[in-house]
């Protein structure tokens, strides 16, 4: 049975950090590209970052470039979304999900329909 995991959500003050993390398992976590989404109140589901199967081809959301990074860990099974300079403006529950796809590179924002797995959210909120 596949799951992911989120975790490291919670309150923190505006221009704070967070680092989130979305352990995996029941799947070759290794193969699959994986990315981050976010969705806040009343908003769609937002695309935020996503990472190749070896971590060497990243990409982020405009709205997050600078100050949201990706990585992953294939040995842990685990990626992560290290998020700082934080505004109000991102809190929402925010998502991992596995694409079964190999990509070799990422040059664009990830399809939420093209995402395989999803993990149930973990919730960030952000204070002014």
């Known amino acids: 049975q596949v799951q992911l995991v989120e975790s490291g959500g919670g309150l923190v003050q505006a221009g704070g950090s967070l680092r989130l993390s979305c352990a995996a398992s029941?799947?070759?976590?290794?193969?699959?590209?994986m990315g981050w989404f976010r969705q806040a109140p009343g908003k769609e589901r937002e695309f935020i970052g996503g990472?190749?199967?070896?971590?060497?081809?990243?990409y982020v959301a405009d709205s997050v470039k600078g100050r949201f990074t990706i990585s992953r860990d294939n040995a842990k099974r685990t990626v992560y979304l290290q998020m700082n300079s934080l505004e109000p403006e991102d809190t929402a529950v925010y998502y991992c999900?596995?694409?079964?796809?190999?990509?070799?590179?990422?040059?664009?924002?990830?399809?939420?329909?093209?995402?395989?797995?999803w993990g149930k959210g973990t919730l960030v909120t952000v204070s002014s």
């Open positions: 029941g799947l070759t976590f290794s193969s699959y590209t």
């Open positions: 999900a596995a694409d079964r796809r190999s990509l070799d590179d990422i040059r664009g924002p990830l399809s939420s329909s093209r995402m395989y797995y």
């Open positions: 990472i190749n199967w070896s971590g060497g081809r990243r």
